[in-house]
Structures are given as C-alpha cells and as structure tokens.
C-alpha cells in the first residue's frame, strides 16, 4: 500500500522505533544456472536420488541445529524447530513418492515441499507461518545438491535496513543489532517470525509493506516502526527523528522497572512464557513482576498421546518455580484448536476451526482433558507454593465462566477467564461475578471482533488492536473491572506496543503482559507519562476513526 506520499511505502507496524539507513535487499534464490545443471546430470535410479536428498537434508537440518546453539531464546527455538523440520521423515515421504513417479530430484523436493505448505496452508494459523520455514529449507536443499553455498542474509559492513520479501529464521536468528537497524518484510503478520526476532533484537520492523522489494539498495530510509512507515524520501528532518529516537532507545536500556506511571500508578508488568526455559529467563531478567500468560498448550505441540498428571505437573512447576515469592503466575488451560492444533486434543477436520471447537471448548465433550490438567496444576503449584492464577481460554458465556470457576476452586486455586470474544467482552461485568480476575487476549479478541483472521497479510489494517471497535471492548471490559474491584489485564500482542501501554491503562487496565524482550520499551514509555495523560490519550484513540487517526491523536498527546 502507497500512502498520499508516493515516496512512502506502508505497512502493519511490529516494533516501534525511528532508524535512518541504507537499504540493502536480501535475494534469496538459488542460483537457477546451477540448478539447471545439476539437473542436466541426473541419477541412476530413485533411491540413488533419495540418498542425495537425505545426505542435503541432513547437512541443511545440522545446519539449522549449528546456528540454534549459537543463538538464544525464541531465535534458538525457530531454528531447532526448522533443524527438526528438514529431518522430517513424511517430507523424505513425499520426496521419495515424486521420485518413484519419475519425477526429477529438483522436482521432487519442490513438489513435496509444496504438499507440505499446502498442508500447512490448509491447518492455519501458527502451521501456516511454517511455510516460510518449509520455503527456506526448500531453498537451502536445492542448494546443497547444486553444490552452491546455502543462500541467507549476507549483511554489508555498516549500518542498515534489512528489506526481504519475508525472513525466515534462518536469515534472522543471527542478526547482529548493530548492524542491522531495522527489519522490513514484504509479507507475514504480526506472529511472523520476523516480528518475533525483531522483538528480540529490539529493533524497528514493519511487516505487510507491498513493494518494499523493488527499493533500489543503499538507498537511505527512515523506517518509522510505530507510524509503520518507510520514508524512501526522508528530508532534511530525518536525522533529527532519528536522533531522538536515540534518546527514547536510551530511557528503555535505563528502564528498570518496576511498571508504574511517572506520577506512581503501579502497572506491573509480566511476562508471556511457554515453557520452563522461557519462563526462568524471564525471572533471571528481574524486569517483570510475574507471568500474565503461560501458553501451556505450547509445551505439547509435539505429543500424540496426552501427558500423564505427573508429566504434566513436572512441566508446569518448571514454570512455577522461578516466580515462586516473586508475584503470581497465570497458567491457562490448553488453548488447542485452530491456529495450535494438539493432536491428543484437537478436533480433526472442522470447516472452520478458529470458531469452533478451541480453548474451553474442547471440555464440552472431554471434561476429563480439563479436569487432569487442573489436577497436574494443582500439585505444581502446591509443590512450588507459587501464587497460581488460572484461566480458561476462548471462553464465550458466563455458564462457561462459571462451570470452570468451580473445578479450579475446588482444587484451592484462583479463577479467571480470558476475554477474546466480544460477547464475552460484552457481559464482562457479569463474568466478573463469576470469576477473580479477567485477562483480555488482544489477538483473538481483534480476530473476532473485525471478522479478519489474525495472521492475514492482506487484512493487517484489520487485525489491529487500535482499531477503536476494538478499544471499546476492552473498555468495557477494564470498566466491569473497575467497578467490581477485581484485575482485568491485557496479555496479546497489544500490551507489547509501547505506544498503546499508556491508553490502555487510561482505559483502566490493571497489568500489561508480553514477550520479556518487550517489557522495557513499554515500562519506559510508562514511566514517561501521568496517569492524566494515560486518561486523555484513551479518550483520543476511542474517539479516533481510524488507527492511524488513534496513533496520531496518541503521539500528538503524549509527545
Ligand atoms: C490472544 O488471543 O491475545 C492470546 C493471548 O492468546 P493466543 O495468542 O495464544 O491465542
Ligand atoms: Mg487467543
């Protein structure tokens, strides 16, 4: 999308912040004169052809598994996960079936390789983010039996943005920040793996910004992460933004919390963990104040057969245990379904799985699925003595709220749902008779409300959380909070937008949580402002009609 100013690209922006630099474009093909000629010799017979796949394969997976022990945190588990993919034996399948018809090495591995994404494609959601994976390990292969170097990002000496149609981990994990001031995709959502790794680095990124390819390299930019923004023409005043986004970049590697406004409004900020590796990361960093959302259905994607209580048990006090005496940990129940199907969960085959059986749901037909993970819970949390909140998610009815009330009562733990349906939007202030606490899933909540799925490109103008229909369910919902004395929260992608923390508490949010990485550039944006400021800036962005209207009104408020 081109903005009134030809001379300024658009996108969903990810990660705040204001960077000048050269551009430098990532082409990632492999080198199609040595393919053709690699092709030209071909093989003797199929399983001839079948080892050349599996010895390329086995290099481009130990490839993957090398770069993933160098790396850390989400970047590491991207590329063990992508190391595990090239290994996968129904891939080898697929080859293997392409190369038994007759077809060509080079034609088999692109022919598996897209059963596969459309495989992915088809389950969507986080599956279908894979497919950037599957593309890359595509390319790498295809390299590998051409006998050409693995394609990737070959970053020049000093400063710049990085602009590609889309990264894949591997292009990303290894990214020096010094180097590279900005990230800049062509495609993927605000899940992409480039918005991950950009979080990580802490740098500004755009994503779903048409035509970024075509910029010519070295041209200087001015990549505005919170306008979602490139300036292809930035001006005389570039330096100057620049310059002070430098300061902004100086007050969050200052920050050290704990969350509060400059005039002492605690907010405290907590952390989104998937596992007990996350998790103890997250307490070792001291930034924040507990855990706002640990996505236990993450800790199984993987496994056919459902956990045992004790296996289970052992998995949540892994995540426990760091935060015990250091404020509470709010564990959701298995969101399997939709975008993270669980195959000892999940219900196969649904029209439409993102409205259907997900989350909460899956109790309906499977109480015992719930009432075991309660049970594993419960011991966890009794063996760590950690302050355990516990919340169902996809929750739509108050009869939902009320019947998971019960069961987690009566194991002596603390009740909440979350809020990601507008109709549970709409009767929070009955929920809240219900439960103790209500924690609002932005993303989800986003998704349904504007009727756009959230990991669509083209609907990123969409599926944004200042859309001000969306800020006026989650007023609602911090306003039924208020009035009944109880916490209402925001653990989605929202709470990680350092320019939205100070509307939504105006709007009456109690506790922001997100990614650890994500925790300072919103405490020192917190800390920049009073509680007043935090009131008028809600009351701009619900009166905006627009998003962009809403972030202008914001920036206009709070400077
Ligand atoms: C959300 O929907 O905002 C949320 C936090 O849950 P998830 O992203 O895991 O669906
Ligand atoms: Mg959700």
Known sequence: MVTS?????????????????????????????????????????????????????TAVADGYARRAEKASGAAASVLSASAGLARDKGLRVAVEKHLRAGDSLVASVVAAVEQFATLFSGMGGLMAERITDLRDIERRVLAHLAGEPEPGVDVPEGRCVLVAADLAPSDTAALDSARVVALVAERGGPTSHTAIIARQLGIP????????????????????????????????DAAASADTDLSRRQAVAAWTGPGSTADGHPVPLLANVADGSSARDAAAAGQVEGVGLFRTELCFLDRREEPTVAEQADVYA??????????????????????????????????????????????????????????????????????????????????????????????????????????????????????????IGTNDLTQYAMAADRLATDLAHLTD???????????????????????????????????????????????????????????????????????????????????????????????
């Not at 975008?339 to 037909?365: M, Q, S, W, Y």
């Not at 229909?469 to 109880?486: H, M, P, S, W, Y």
């Not at 917190?526 to 809403?550: K, M, N, R």
């Open 465 to 559: 959380p200042w859309q001000p229909a969306v800020l006026q369910l989650i007023a609602i919902t911090a306003e039924a909070g208020r009035r009944a004395g109880k916490p209402v929260g925001i653990c989605g992608e929202a709470a990680a937008d350092p320019l939205l923390a100070p509307v939504l508490v105006g709007l009456g949010i109690t506790s922001l949580s997100m990614a650890p990485a994500a925790v300072p550039a919103v405490g020192a944006r917190l800390e920049s402002v009073t509680a007043g400021l935090c009131d008028e800036a809600a009351e701009a962005a619900l009166g905006a009609l627009s998003p962009q209207q809403g972030r202008e009104a914001v920036t206009k408020i709070l400077g």
């Open 205 to 236: 990124c755009l994503v779903g910004v048409a035509g970024a390819t075509a910029i010519a390299a070295g041209t200087p930019v001015l990549v505005d992460g919170q306008a979602g923004t490139v300036d292809l023409d930035p001006g005389p």
């Open 5 to 57: 100013r030809s001379s300024v690209l658009s996108g969903t922006p990810v990660v705040p912040g204001i960077v000048l630099a050269p551009v430098h474009v990532v082409r990632t093909e492999v080198d199609p004169v040595a393919l053709e000629a690699f092709e030209r010799r071909g093989f003797a017979s199929p399983e001839e052809a079948l080892a050349a796949y599996e010895a390329a394969a």
């Open 318 to 439: 892994e995540v426990l245990t760091p935060f015990a005496g250091r404020g509470h940990v709010v564990v959701r129940t298995l969101d399997a379904g939709s975008d993270k199907p669980i195959a000892f969960a999940t219900h196969e085959g649904e029209e439409n799985p993102a409205l259907g059986v997900r989350g909460l749901r899956l109790a309906a037909d499977n109480p015992g699925l719930l009432e075991r993970q309660l049970d594993a819970i419960a011991i966890a949390a009794e063996r760590t003595g950690a302050d355990t909140w516990v919340m169902a998610p996809m929750v739509a009815t108050v009869q939902e709220a009320a019947d998971f009330a019960a069961l987690v009562r009566a194991r002596g733990l603390k009740p909440g749902v979350m809020i990601e349906v507008p109709a549970a939007a709409l009767m929070a202030h009955r929920m809240l008779e219900v439960v103790d606490f209500l924690s």
